[in-house]
């Protein structure tokens, strides 16, 4: 009895608060990504999948892939959208938000409406921009041709380079209102007095920003862009919509390459090694987000 | 204090609990939705009424509901016809077509038949999930590629469900308006093309997405110059790729091609934005529906040295771990020559046993140039790797077109690619 008493104090029953949450992660998460990385040291196909054995052939599938150069390409190019999309969003995002943290009428409600595109699902959002983008009926060329800046139709998503440009605009578009809202509330902490303190001091708008906004948010900010880089970096549905990782494996990025390899060309333990690349870079932007939260508390 | 610990405690095991029961019984309810019947009301019935009838499943990826009716009909019929097996069917989309069947062989959950897209049937031969049907099935009289592409190392692992391959369409009042003629070689092609290309009208259009649907479109010209798919590095591959990047570079053709499926590329038909265009006989239904008005014809893809199109269609196939028995009762029933019949008249398809599709069709009826133009499709494969060297070809016809490399390039790199998959 006493036993019992003793299993069940106070920390004990924490762990049992735990345990469902642990259980669900280790079949849901634990087991395939373990899984995953199994695989990615065999050399599973078509040919082996169901029957046959399965060799396990170490790094072979890894060396494999730094000579594959659709691999590098797209391994770069997640990197080169993941960046860009980052500053765009982020510099447009902060910027509304501190527009909108202003007192006007119709702020609340014009703030409420920019959120939409975070809303609309991500396969919608595509379709709408690879016809925004498209080269004889797209609008984004009538606009051009109308305003005299291009005499022939830019051919957006049929040109590698441009092709990237297009993506990158369309994950913008959905990622300022995320930004957005972050920082909004971030700013709302932001306690009302220092502002007021500081013009008495006779601080000036610019001196304001440097000296009390932007150090009081870098805990949201730093949130704000490794949340940013995680969600943008597995980016799969809005390349797969809009160009499949087209043309000529131009836009092709980590995850959508992974699910050709899979999925399309039956080389399994190719593609889980092409997951796996995608899961160890943010398992490293993982550990320094939580290590910057932590700090961050503690402060 | 010693009650709220209670309670805590209490909360945790019911999380649990729930937790626990909630998979259990996700997993019972998603057991039958998996299976659920293309018609719920009428397999109820066929359930009660048969009692105990062992229970056949089929895979598909038709999303047309004609498709789906059509193939839900002859399931009906089957079912009434005896009481021992129970047939219902699943849509799976043809995107994840290959994924789900990648999946169920891995986690042992397939269908009893799968009715797949032929080119991949080798594949999954090789993946040892299919039956050997050799001896079960008389497929004598079927065309010689749809035996073909569900034959391996001589063994039968499939039967034919219906064939299907590419031909050229074209806007006769565009043609008639430009006084040209229909063309029959790739250099009358061209001509034509030009001359009915302006500023609103791309003279020819077909599907180049870089993907299998890409390359299916593609093989016809490639194969027409007497290339191979296993052998494109040579005069012939080279001016195959040369020809499409003309057409594109002389604006007969859109560029956008490379973002056109084939369901895109009809579209622009009928909106008579496009006019010439290669496809297959399934977008008949929907052209006679959505563009009644429009006056289209079909006829043979020009050619180069000679004709060629490509093959399509779908194989039945038989999962060696289902209930095989059953899975052959219904295909023997199936394949009868009044079933086939009424399943390639609803479908739009040509029947893959060459006795039926001569009678198919009237001399004027759309279809009837398909048939003709049977006579000189090829399949793809049948490889196990045909996935990977379809990947090669289509990535050099979209360098091509995009003009990323040359022809002479695009063919060495695609062949360096097969090369290293096929030896």
Redesign the interface.
């Known amino acids: 009895m006493a036993k019992i008493k003793k299993f ?1 104090r ?1 920390e004990n ?1 924490g762990m ?2 735990v ?2 949450a642990f ?2 992660m280790l079949a849901f998460v634990g087991y395939p990504i373990i899984h995953n990385i199994i695989l990615s040291f065999q050399d599973v196909s ?2 082996n ?4 054995t399965r060799n396990f052939v170490l790094f072979d599938n890894y060396l494999e892939l730094f000579g594959d150069s659709v691999f590098t390409t797209s391994l770069w190019n997640t990197l080169r959208f993941t960046v860009s999309c980052l500053v765009f969003q982020f510099i447009v995002g902060f910027a509304l938000a501190l527009f909108f943290s202003k007192r006007f009428s119709f702020a609340k409600p014009v703030r409420g409406i920019l959120l939409v595109p975070w809303m609309i699902p991500i396969t919608v959002t595509a379709l709408m921009f ?1 016809l925004l983008f ?3 009926i797209g609008i984004i060329n009538f606009l051009l041709r109308s305003l005299h800046l291009i005499d022939k139709n830019i ?1 957006w ?4 380079g441009t092709a990237m440009f297009a993506l990158i605009c369309a994950n913008v578009w959905i990622g300022i209102p995320f930004n957005m809202i972050l920082i909004s509330t971030g700013l709302t902490t932001i306690p009302k007095e220092l502002y007021e303190s500081a013009s008495i001091d006779g601080a000036g708008k610019v001196q304001t920003f440097w000296r009390i906004t932007l150090p009081l948010l870098k805990p949201t900010i730093e949130s704000v862009l490794i949340l940013g880089f995680i969600y943008t970096f597995k980016v799969y549905d809005l390349v797969y919509v809009m ?8 836009t092709h990025m980590l995850s959508t390459y992974s699910y050709k390899l ?7 333990s190719k593609g889980s090694a092409v997951a796996n690349v995608l899961l160890v870079i943010l398992l490293f932007v993982g550990v320094f987000y939580i290590r910057a939260t932590t700090e961050g508390e503690k402060e | 204090m010693k009650k709220r ?1 209670l309670a ?2 209490l ?3 019911a ?2 609990t ?2 626990l029961s909630g998979c259990g019984s996700k997993g019972a309810e998603s057991a039958p939705a998996k299976d659920a019947p293309v018609a719920d009301g009428a397999f109820a019935e066929q359930e009660s009424a048969a009692g105990d009838a062992q229970l056949i499943t089929i895979w598909y990826y038709w999303e047309n509901e004609g498709h789906q009716a059509t193939l839900d009909q002859l399931i009906q019929e089957y079912n009434g016809s005896q009481d021992q097996y129970a047939v219902t069917a699943k849509y799976v989309p043809f995107a994840d077509f ?2 789900q069947l ?1 999946i169920g ?2 986690a042992d959950e397939l269908p009893d038949i799968a009715i797949l897209d032929s080119p991949d049937h080798a ?2 031969v ?4 299919f039956e050997d049907l050799t001896g079960k099935f008389n497929v004598d009289n079927y065309y010689e590629g749809t035996v073909n592409s569900c034959t391996v190392d001589g063994k039968l692992y499939g039967v034919p469900f219906g064939a299907n391959c590419l031909a050229l369409y074209y806007n006769e009042d565009m043609l008639t308006a430009r006084g040209v003629n229909v063309p029959t070689t790739w250099a009358e092609l061209k001509e034509t093309a030009k001359a009915l290309t302006t500023d609103s009208v791309s003279g020819l259009a077909f599907c180049s ?4 649907e890409g390359t299916f479109n593609f093989a016809p010209w490639l194969w027409s110059t007497g290339a191979t798919s296993y052998d494109i590095d040579n005069e012939n591959g080279v001016r195959a790729l040369a020809f499409v990047q003309e057409l594109i570079n002389e604006g007969v053709m ?3 091609c ?2 056109w499926t084939q369901g895109d590329v009809m579209n622009q038909f009928i909106a008579g ?1 496009v006019a010439m265009m290669v496809n297959g006989p399934w977008q008949i239904p929907t052209m006679q529906s959505e563009a009644p008005g429009l006056n289209w014809k079909v006829t043979l893809i020009p050619k180069d040295t000679q004709y060629a199109s490509v093959l399509g269609g779908e194989n039945y196939a038989v999962v060696n771990g289902g209930n095989v028995d059953g899975a052959l009762d219904f295909l023997t029933f199936a394949t009868s020559e009044e079933k086939v019949k009424f399943m390639m008249n609803q479908f739009g398809y040509i029947s893959a046993d060459k006795t039926i599709a001569e009678s198919q069709f009237a001399e004027d009826s759309p279809y009837y140039p398909f048939v003709e133009e049977l006579n000189y499709a090829m399949p793809r494969g049948p490889l ?1 790797e045909w ?2 060297v379809s ?1 090669a070809i289509s ?1 050099a016809f ?2 091509v ?2 003009g ?1 490399a040359t022809p002479e390039e695009a063919a060495a790199q695609a062949q360096a690619t097969i090369d290293g998959i096929v030896n």
């Open positions: 069940f106070y029953v049992l608060f345990l469902p259980l669900y078509a040919g999948l169901v029957k046959g690879k498209a080269t004889d051919e998503l049929t040109t590698p160009t499949s990782g087209g043309p000529v494996n131009a899979s999925f399309e060309m039956f080389k399994y | 610990k805590a405690l909360t945790a095991v999380m649990m729930g937790i290959k994924k990648s062989a891995s594949s999954y090789d993946m040892g999930i997405v870089q993907n299998e859109s560029k956008e490379i973002n934005n196990a996935p990977s990947d990535l979209n360098q077109i995009t990323t």
